[in-house]
């Protein structure tokens, strides 16, 4: 019998809570996180347990690792596996949470919006830049900076969601309902806008710009969609 698997994960920054539970579930069918993976997490197979996991952001300097460990061993919490600054502990269930309150929630998500925002700005800048690039240039130059901007395209529009879902969870633990509503307004207005030049636009490189952003968030859906089908299946089986 294989003794490791995969399984996807939602998205931390957009459904950590959903990604927590459904450890859990395989906690008690005998299945136990060892590592993150790539947009997902590897298990491994054990007796049936039954642990509660949670999350945390932080970025650790060189020697903090043992204090910031202890400190959660201290409260209950077992660290399992960290990758960069984003650390997975479990515990027995009834182990008090290890953010209980309003005030250290706005630090935990505040921690990992930023890392977010400082990753999708840069990529931002990059994308636009080479998309100018793009623009201005001409012969072999223009197809080269036409291919990098495509890749920095596909690539900086997830960051981009990603670091959007975390400043929203930081908004919501603050109840800053303005904030968050006008996130939504702007979002459902560039998707509106990307959508009428996707129809009516005329223009080469714009246009093109519109394909890969439809392409950078249709296409990971759709995967993400087959390999829960695939998932699916095989449990069925």
Do not use: C
Not at 31 to 53: A, R
Not at 170 to 184: A, D
Request: hydrophobic residues 50%; without cysteine.
């Amino acid at each position: 019998m294989k003794q490791t698997k995969y399984i996807m994960s939602g998205g931390l920054a957009f459904a950590e809570e959903k990604d927590m539970k459904k450890l859990r579930r395989f906690s008690l069918k005998g299945w136990h996180v060892t590592g993150f993976k790539f947009s997902g997490y590897t298990l491994e197979k054990g007796e049936s347990s039954d642990y509660i996991y949670s999350v945390d952001y932080r970025s650790l300097e060189v020697g903090e690792e043992d204090e910031y460990f202890d400190v959660f061993a201290s409260a209950g919490w077992s660290h399992v596996t960290s990758e960069g600054d984003i650390h997975l502990f479990r515990a027995e269930p009834g182990t008090k949470a290890i953010y209980s309150d309003s005030e250290t929630l706005v630090e935990k998500y505040k921690s990992l919006s930023n890392s977010m925002g400082y990753i999708a700005i840069s990529l931002v800048v990059l994308t636009a830049l080479a998309w100018l690039g793009t623009i201005i240039s001409f012969g072999p130059l223009d197809s080269f900076m036409a291919v990098i901007a495509v890749i920095l395209t596909i690539i900086a529009i997830p960051a981009v969601m990603t670091a959007i879902a975390s400043y929203n969870r930081k908004w919501v633990v603050q109840e800053k309902t303005g904030m968050v509503i006008l996130l939504k307004a702007t979002l459902a207005l560039l998707l509106v806008t990307a959508v009428l030049a996707l129809l009516f636009g005329d223009y080469g490189s714009v246009r093109l710009l519109i394909y890969m952003v439809t392409g950078a968030i249709v296409f990971p859906t759709i995967i993400w969609i087959i390999m829960s089908l695939f998932q699916k299946i095989r449990k069925e089986i």
